[in-house]
């Protein structure tokens, strides 16, 4: 019996770590005011790099890294479109998704003779004690440092402003741009990193279907969390929970078809946002552009 409840903390937290990082990624762009639905395209690209470079050079540390440059580069296009131009962050995003699991296919043709996964990579990120994948602990340390600067540093009491009242942040002196663009790019760079930890941890090569909707989980996450970083850690912990029983639960001899486990995140998702959604206020400026000199 402790074996089992061990192992299924394991797989939970194994689960929960791209969750963590993509979705702390999610809290810091919303509370900027920018939305982030692209997410799961950054962390598509990131699976891919981390693996492809994980292959390449042997060192899942470098290729960790390079994920997170991967998404990032994505997340720099957002923001190019929806700070710069005042696109719409919805469409953006949208298409970001599109780019992002597109580019990492035709990456891995060009890189795997034709083959839309990549080759595994021969070493992993490391474990820690008792079996515990330490991007959990990464991610967690992340989750920790993002809530200290958001709520104990002087640069996280602009972001806030920026999110609620640009245009006050703004005459007080802060550059909202500056702001956003930095807020966004890490956004990117957490979720390269959530997209890394599914093929440097969870498992060990680029599949088309490797992310499978843990962005959108993760933009779940940030909203029944209430927009802070402590809440998007409890709520993704849940959520990789949920995965965890399609693991322990989906075994041979499993009376419960396969089909129906595999439905139980996403499932377990939309309950979520219905009970918790009305609940839930978002920054006052998510999603607004912002014209510097107009109120």
Aim: hydrophobic share 55%; charged share 5%.
């Amino acid at each position: 019996m402790l074996n089992t409840i061990s192992l299924g903390i394991v797989i939970t937290l194994m689960y929960s770590a791209p969750l963590i990082f993509a979705g702390i990624g999610g809290v810091l762009t919303e509370r900027s005011g920018v939305i982030n639905i692209g997410i799961e395209g950054m962390m598509a690209f990131g699976a891919f790099v981390g693996a492809a470079v994980g292959y390449y050079s042997q060192n899942p540390w470098i290729a960790f890294l390079a994920a997170g440059c991967a998404g990032g580069s994505l997340a720099l296009i957002h923001a190019i479109a929806c700070i710069s131009f005042r696109a719409n962050q919805t469409i953006s995003g949208v298409a970001l998704n599109f780019m992002g699991s597109g580019l990492a296919v035709f990456m891995s043709r060009m890189l795997f003779n034709g083959a839309t996964m990549t080759i595994p990579v021969p070493k992993k990120l490391p474990k820690v004690l008792g079996g515990i994948e330490f991007t959990f602990i990464m991610a967690i340390i992340a989750a920790a440092l993002l809530w200290f600067i958001m709520y104990k540093t002087k640069w996280g009491l602009r972001l806030i402003a920026v999110g609620e009242h640009p245009a006050a942040a703004d005459t007080l002196g802060v550059n909202v741009y500056y702001v956003r663009y930095i807020s966004v790019i890490i956004s990117g760079i957490l979720a390269g990193f959530g997209g890394a930890s599914l093929t440097l941890s969870v498992v060990s090569n680029f599949t088309p279907t490797v992310v499978s909707g843990q962005g959108f989980i993760a933009l779940a996450a940030v909203i029944f969390g209430k927009w802070t970083p402590h809440g998007c850690v409890a709520s993704c912990l849940l959520f990789g929970f949920a995965q965890a029983l399609v693991v322990m639960l989906g075994g041979e001899g499993s009376i419960i078809p396969s089909q129906i486990l595999a439905m139980l995140p996403y499932v377990l998702t939309i309950l979520m946002l219905v009970i918790f959604d009305g609940r839930s206020t978002a920054p006052k400026a998510s999603g607004v552009p912002y014209l510097k000199g107009v109120r």
